[in-house]
T-cell receptor
Framework: AQSVSQHNHHVILSEAASLELGCNYS??????LFWYVQYPGQHLQLLLK??????LVKGIKGFEAEFIKSKFSFNLRKPSVQWSDTAEYFC???????????FGAGTTVTVRA | GAVVSQHPSWVICKSGTSVKIECRSL??????MFWYRQFPKQSLMLMAT?????????EQGVEKDKFLINHASLTLSTLTVTSAHPEDSSFYIC????????????FGPGTRLTVL
């Protein structure tokens, strides 16, 4: 079974700072990769996903993620965060042609105005 | 498109009672739905996979007699927490796959269950 590790439990930063959240997975085969965001009191929303092709994926709200196969990583980035980016961020993985998603533990991002 | 709803959004019940949570795909047919549980400040843990017209597949450690899942139609799956106890208090989230694509799950808003 695959597992997903998110390196940061809680990140606190100021508005306009750059954000990078780490995500590593353990699985030897081909995977689909996702980043979800959960704003306070709201449901999970898909930020971006990677299935194949260009390893640099752009998502909504200015987020992007880079898949580095050799490092089994899929780190999330945003050049300049806003207060509204305060949320919980989850990395998730499923093997190709398997529907079961494995989630990382999540990273709480707090952006201070 | 690809909207998933859950009802109720929150429920409070007494210990020993049963609670049913509905998950609906509003604008697509979902052959497969998933039920997750999320404890405060923790990640989502898959409880079971629900396939339309067949028995649910439960993850290891999840009691199938306690968490009854029914996927009677292509747009509705229900999770019934039977004889609920305070330790069952949690946030229950469903998701659905549209058709036969395994590439993306669409999540419902979740149901907050509090057992007194």
């Amino acid at each position: 079974a695959q597992s997903v590790s998110q390196h940061n439990h809680h990140v606190i930063l100021s508005e306009a700072a750059s954000l990078e959240l780490g995500c590593n997975y353990s699985y030897g085969g081909t995977v689909n990769l996702f980043w979800y965001v959960q704003y306070p009191g709201q449901h999970l929303q898909l930020l971006l996903k990677y299935f194949s092709g260009d390893p640099l994926v752009k998502g909504i709200k200015g987020f992007e993620a880079e898949f580095i196969k050799s490092k089994f990583s899929f780190n999330l980035r945003k050049p300049s965060v806003q207060w509204s980016d305060t949320a919980e961020y989850f990395c998730a993985v499923n093997p190709l042609n398997d529907y079961k998603l494995s989630f990382g533990a999540g990273t709480t991002v707090t952006v201070r105005a | 498109g690809a909207v998933v709803s859950q009802h109720p959004s929150w429920v409070i019940c007494k210990s020993g009672t049963s609670v049913k949570i509905e998950c609906r795909s509003l604008d697509f047919q979902a052959t497969t739905m998933f039920w997750y549980r999320q404890f405060p400040k923790q990640s989502l843990m898959l409880m079971a996979t629900s396939n339309e017209g067949s028995k649910a597949t439960y993850e290891q450690g999840v009691e199938k007699d306690k968490f009854l899942i029914n996927h009677a139609s292509l747009t509705l799956s229900t999770l019934t927490v039977t004889s609920a106890h305070p330790e069952d208090s949690s946030f229950y989230i469903c998701s659905a796959i549209a058709g036969r694509t395994y590439n993306e799950q669409f999540f419902g808003p979740g149901t907050r269950l509090t057992v007194l």
